[in-house]
């Protein structure tokens, strides 16, 4: 049994979660295999359609999802729903299966299936998803603009968006303050202590509860 299982290892939240855990072992389940792992991990390379199967073996005590892609990135809408609705259901039912209680998961400030915008419809209804599947404890994550270094090609949205995030976080205040960026890596340190919490309930962390937790 894994104490902690990482889906979406290779983004800029999963690299940061790995890091987080520091020298204790976690399970990376992905697609291919991540560089620079420290040996005291395990790594389970499989295609995607296998890691339901390959989680409810492992049976680890918390999931931790941090996959996530973009429209741009994933070709299209279907495409990205593939990866952000379908794919973090896939895994999350096969931790079901394999008695997993407690499941961390990153979705996006804004999240909700009632949105107009399709990434934040479908990032609320993954969640709504989620909640259906009964977990003890479900801790949603909803970051803003995430800073730090991202694998593979720059992304220029997000590149602009980043050097303008000083000023911009500068002018939300009050309910706005949710909006505000945060580094990938304060998210990580987050989710690394949610993920040696206890209680039960359905867990929503915005901006400034993560950075609570983050310290």
């Known amino acids: 049994m894994s104490d902690a299982l990482i889906v979406g290892a290779t983004g ?3 690299r940061a979660v790995i890091d987080a855990f520091g020298d204790r072992s976690v399970t990376i ?3 291919r295999s991540v560089e620079g792992v420290a040996p005291h991990h395990s790594e389970r390379v499989a295609p995607p359609e296998n890691w339901p199967d390959i989680i409810a073996a492992e049976k680890p005590a918390v999931l931790i ?5 973009t429209i741009r990135q994933a070709g299209s809408q279907a495409a990205f729903r593939a990866v952000d609705h379908d794919l973090i259901l896939a895994a999350a039912r096969g931790a079901r299966q394999g008695g997993t209680a407690h499941m961390i998961v990153v979705s996006s400030v804004g999240a909700s299936a009632k949105a107009g915008n399709f990434y934040l419809r ?3 209804e993954t969640e709504d998803g989620l909640r259906a599947l009964g ?3 479900l801790d949603l994550i909803r970051p803003g603009l995430l800073l ?3 694998p593979g090609p720059p992304r220029l949205g997000e590149g602009l968006a980043t050097i303008a995030a000083p000023l ?12 505000r960026s945060i580094q990938g890596a304060m998210v990580a340190a987050a989710i690394v202590n949610l993920a040696g919490q206890v209680g039960s309930g359905v867990y929503i962390h915005e901006n400034d509860a993560i950075r ?3 310290d």
Do not use: M, N, P, Q
Request: aromatic content about 8%; proline content about 0%.
């Open 168 to 179: 911009a976080d500068a002018l939300l205040h009050g309910s706005f303050r949710r909006y």
């Open 148 to 150: 730090g270094d991202r």
């Open 135 to 137: 977990f003890e404890r």
């Open 65 to 69: 999802c941090c996959l996530g892609t």
């Open 212 to 214: 609570a937790l983050a």
């Open 12 to 14: 800029l939240i999963g």
């Open 122 to 124: 479908t990032k609320g």
């Open 29 to 31: 389940v992905t697609r």
